[in-house]
């Protein structure tokens, strides 16, 4: 970080000069209180870490069924990417889309852009199309679903309890654990420091 | 009094992916210029951001309207066919003794895309008429409705794992109805909207009192 840094607020755009940031604090808009700046301890080393946990969960999750019903001698189990299919194949494929794109794609790309951005920054190199792949990992991050899609799990098990037996499958303790994991790399990765040191 | 120190007032520019600042030069124009770091194209505020947003926002009511009136899920069982609208669902889970669902759905379903169309009507009309009332409050709405935008997407989720599991061979079977696309169309309008609102343009109404005071 360096010193006698000029930031502009982007939720208000007043200055501010930002002198020696203290590591592991945040550095709030005076005007409007927007967070400018927010240094993690090791954010570099976590946010690997975390990164490459997410994505061995992200694996997982799809691997497995998320849910099974069981109803009687009928028995019925369903995948995150089996349930993209059924929409599909019921003509819904517009709906189908926006389910892979939010629940499936969206969050797998932004775990790869960040992996890329990391390796490299934790091996001292600039990262190659550094600006492009950031770009796109802040484009892609509002679309990224996977904590709504946890609360739509919870709902439709609620919903089927009362009718049949609901069996949870391996994808389901994965897909928690990796909402828990997907809120730590964002709390945790810092962009400032991505750019600081990928400019170098 | 003076007007606040804020980077359009000192003739910079900060960039909108790396926050980079720049200043522009002295013929004032920002037209072709890009960020030095990290090359994106600079702009003092969001494009259009008034005019985006207002597309969006009338979009959005647009498919709200067949998102709540047509139905959203179609229920088939050896009884027949059931078709239901989000408010249909959520009249049945509160009198099948579910109102934690039912709560869920009204709030993410109706609730969050009303709250969000309707903030950001206010908005957009406060900063049209230079509203200099409350900037710290608008602001902070702002941020609620960037906040809350994408749970509006949990009924989509919902039928989305609901189709998938109950296809029960000639039993029962679930599926989405036409409000589904809709809907989903709807939430990702109010996400653009959302996007496309600059915040900063709540605080240029406040300098533009500062002038003529």
Known sequence: MQSNSLMACHDCDLLHRIDGHPEGGTSICSRCGAVLLSHKRNSLDRSLALTI??????????AYPLLAIK?????????????????YAAGMWQIG???????????????????YILIPLKMNRKPWKLSFIMSLNQTLNPWGMMDVFMLGILVSVVKLVKMMKVIPGVSLFAF???ILVLAAIAAFFDPHLAWEKGEG | MNPPLTARNVSMVPCHRC?????????GKLSGMACPRCGAALHQRKPDS?????????AAIVFYIPAMVLPISVTTTFAGAQSDTIMSGVIYFIHSGSWHIALVIFVASVLVPILKILILIFLLISVQVKSKWRPLDSTRLYRIIELIGKWSMVDIYVITLMAALIKLGGLASFDAGPAALYFGTMVVFTMFAAMSFDPRLIWDCMEENHDSG
């Open chain 2, 19 to 27: 926050h980079l600042i720049s200043q522009i030069p002295s013929d």
């Open chain 1, 53 to 62: 946990t997410g994505l061995i969960l992200f694996v997982m999750a799809n």
């Open chain 2, 50 to 58: 008034l005019n985006r947003t207002w597309a969006l926002v009338i």
């Open chain 1, 97 to 115: 889309l926006l389910v892979f794109l939010t629940a499936i794609l969206f969050p797998l790309l932004d775990l790869l852009c960040r992996l």
């Open chain 1, 71 to 87: 109803s009687g001698s009928l028995y019925r189990a369903a995948t995150l990417m089996g349930s993209v299919e059924v929409l």
């Open chain 1, 176 to 178: 928690m654990m990796l």
